[in-house]
């Protein structure tokens, strides 16, 4: 039994350093992830930071998965307006539901993130959340990704699940802090990243108690981007993360929060989209996921710009298994 | 080496099994406690809990720690208003202020957990959280509870301390779930009761991000009380409770939200300030910690209600060295 145990540990040990972010190519981003972690986690050395203290942060649309043509959640707020418009008539001539409904995109999109809450508060208030959930599982089974004919859930970035598991089996807790609502990310977020609800951190809306339950409300209570990135992890954590992984200046506080961190080595990583064949390029101009401060603050502070068309042998995880 | 752990392993078993709720006397609730944590973490039967879904909540005034004559953070508040008196002329006009200028403690009392929160954001708002936490800090390295004349941080529950370590070494994750301010709490709690800030809920005021900092204004965010428990664990935790431990009306709903998780075999646990000798004694008529609803319907529920006097071999930890 004991050495059965040895061995189990041994082989656990082994296969741990041989595939440490398999999907990576060998090169910078890689080698300062890397880095990192070993500097960090080396008890009795300058850098190390003690496993409480241990906090990441992710961003999720364009971080951990695909956020093109438009955030996923969007889509599924389009599709639950469209099921409902006939109880509303009123949304004809409102934005951004007029929108939806005369399949204006662009019109939707020019409501920002204050739109997508808007549309998903006022389709989805009056039911508790665990029906909201169930919801959002339904619609994620069948559902497709417009440009790919893929599944959603389909579209998650696998060098970046890497990133997480490396990170967990270093002793880290790994926070998902998104401008995506928490109760849609909750529906499909634990099993499909392995990441709790509890360190599921989003934009969100009213709420209320009653018998057992918690209700929604049709009133928005935070939005989660950029300037409140921080504060919805102060409310949350209530700590300074040591490492911000991101995508877009939606993060650009969130890591500078993260770097102005006084006690300890800290990590900043962009995840630079530059992938047009395999996924999608986009950056300083784009109106979804726009990184331009960030790209110049990041490349000026020797932060990780993580080249996806170059540092990752595969994007989702379906490739692997072609 | 290996055999040095196994005998490791083998007495820290043996400890554990002498030493569970060791400041608790035999009786309802001692094995109430752990004929629940036994029933829900063995694997391959009825009630079994899966880890991730093994969420406690605990309220912290008056359930960790005494909150008698009043909430300790109120005297830290009204130490904080005649310091800075006279830098605000207008509070000696001002309720909650004027009634703690003129140490007059009923008038503080009407102001409520309202008023405590005014009272904090009020003194402590344009500083950074750190800043603050750090003043709490050293006030409680002075500040002297006014009947026992012990430093507040000797006033905790030595056995409510044993019931979390209990849970924590059943895999459970503990939260605070509290009326009392965030900041407040998080600056003693880690180091006090070993719980992480990450892990503590409460009552909290608007802040914003500002060159890496979080900065405190002076405006009210959430109270945690009552109805709001509920909304407050949603937020932070995004799924039901399997336990919940208080003991006021003010943790009723959060004990009824926890008592309707569908899902899992449920503890709710009300102590019960039944010792006027060795701490105090109150309930049904009591401006603080008002226990009148909750203590019919636990009792007809068959809850955990602790009888302090005749359930705990000690109440604080001091006692334990006498």
């Known amino acids: 039994m004991i050495r059965m145990f040895i061995s189990l540990m041994l082989l656990l040990s082994f296969a741990q350093a041989e595939e440490n972010l398999p999907s990576w190519n060998e090169g910078t981003s890689k080698q300062s992830i890397i880095n990192y972690v070993t500097a960090v986690t080396k008890e009795g050395t300058a850098h190390f930071i003690p496993v409480k203290d241990r906090i990441a942060v992710f961003d999720n649309d364009g971080t ?8 996923f959640q969007l889509y599924f707020a389009m599709d639950r307006v469209r099921e409902l418009a006939s109880e509303h008539p009123e949304w004809k001539t409102t934005e951004p539901f007029k929108s939806v409904l005369e399949n204006d995109m662009n019109g939707v999109m020019k ?5 997508l809450v808007t549309l998903v508060n006022a389709t989805h208030s009056g039911m508790d959340v665990e029906t909201f959930k169930t919801e959002v599982r339904e619609w994620l089974k069948t559902a497709k990704h417009p440009t790919t004919n893929r599944s959603y859930t389909d579209l998650i970035y696998q060098p970046m699940m890497e990133v997480i598991r490396y990170f967990e089996a270093n002793d880290f807790k790994v926070y998902i802090v998104s401008g995506g609502g928490i109760d849609f990310m909750r529906s499909f977020v634990p099993e499909m990243y392995g990441i709790p609800e509890e360190h599921i ?4 809306g009213k709420v209320h108690y009653e018998n057992g339950k918690i209700i929604k409300d049709d009133e ?18 209530g700590k300074h993360p040591v490492a911000a992984l991101g995508n877009s200046d939606g993060d650009f506080a969130m890591m500078l929060y993260t770097e102005a961190n006084m006690k300890y080595k800290t990590l900043q990583l962009y ?3 530059t992938d047009e064949k395999r996924e999608f390029a986009y950056d300083r101009k784009s109106h979804i996921g726009k990184l331009d401060k960030g790209l110049d603050y990041g490349k000026e502070h020797n932060w990780t710009i993580v080249d996806m068309k170059n540092e990752w042998k595969a994007i989702y995880p379906f490739e692997l298994t072609k």
């Open 64 to 71: 951990l998965w695909s956020e093109r043509p438009v955030y």
């Open 111 to 115: 409501s920002g993130e204050h739109g």
């Open 201 to 204: 951190i989003g934009s969100n």
């Open 220 to 237: 928005i209570n935070f939005i989660d981007d950029k300037e409140t990135k921080p504060v919805a992890i102060y409310y949350t954590i």
């Open 271 to 273: 995840v630079h989209h």
